[in-house]
């Protein structure tokens, strides 16, 4: 039997920040009038791309800056589990880089957006996203350990 990858369970800083997240979801769409998927803003930040880029690159300084914001006001580093290894790390980076221009959009456009905006395309991307992601979980954790 594999052995079992602990996760904590923080009920509190999730529902902070998936507030946050339908927060700025929400603003996104009310100043703009487009929906808060990160992939669309990445590359509509570009400024040969789009004449609106700068409220992009806002939104993108923003997400980097808040790490760094809670790490100075906690006095502790943000914590994160992700693998280090590199290689794994960029097969990663490609599969959801591919699986965003695929599904055109990613799980912040399609989960957030557009399932509050009961968009069928968005349940199926959402649907599909879930799936692939119980399977990864499943064989990583359980199968190959």
């Not at 590359?43 to 809670?70: E, H, K, Q, Y």
């Not at 959801?96 to 557009?114: D, N, P, Q, Y």
């Given at each position: 039997?594999?052995?079992?990858?602990?996760?904590?369970?923080?009920?509190?800083?999730s529902?902070?920040?998936g507030v946050?997240i339908g927060?700025?979801?929400?603003?996104?769409?009310?100043l703009?009038?487009?929906?808060?998927?990160?992939?669309?803003?990445?590359?509509?930040a570009?400024?040969t791309?789009?004449?609106d880029?700068?409220?992009r690159?806002a939104?993108?300084?923003?997400?980097?800056?808040?790490?760094?914001l809670?790490?100075f006001i906690?006095?502790?580093?943000?914590?994160q589990t992700?693998?280090?290894?590199?290689?794994?790390?960029i097969l990663?980076g490609?599969?959801?880089g591919?699986?965003?221009?695929?599904?055109?959009?990613?799980t912040?456009g399609h989960g957030?957006c557009?399932?509050?905006?009961?968009?069928?395309?968005?349940?199926?991307a959402?649907?599909?996203?879930?799936?692939?992601a119980?399977?990864?979980?499943?064989?990583?954790?359980?199968?190959?350990?």
């Amino acid at each position: 039997m594999p052995p079992s990858i602990i996760t904590e369970f923080t009920p509190w800083g999730s529902l902070f920040g998936g507030v946050l997240i339908g927060l700025a979801a929400v603003m996104v769409m009310a100043l703009f009038g487009r929906v808060a998927g990160i992939s669309g803003i990445t590359v509509g930040a570009l400024p040969t791309i789009r004449s609106d880029w700068s409220w992009r690159l806002a939104f993108l300084v923003g997400l980097v800056a808040a790490p760094l914001l809670l790490t100075f006001i906690t006095g502790g580093p943000v914590v994160q589990t992700v693998s280090d290894d590199l290689v794994v790390m960029i097969l990663a980076g490609l599969l959801v880089g591919f699986g965003t221009i695929w599904g055109s959009g990613c799980t912040s456009g399609h989960g957030v957006c557009g399932l509050a905006r009961l968009s069928m395309r968005s349940l199926v991307a959402v649907g599909t996203f879930m799936t692939t992601a119980f399977l990864t979980v499943l064989f990583l954790r359980h199968i190959i350990g």
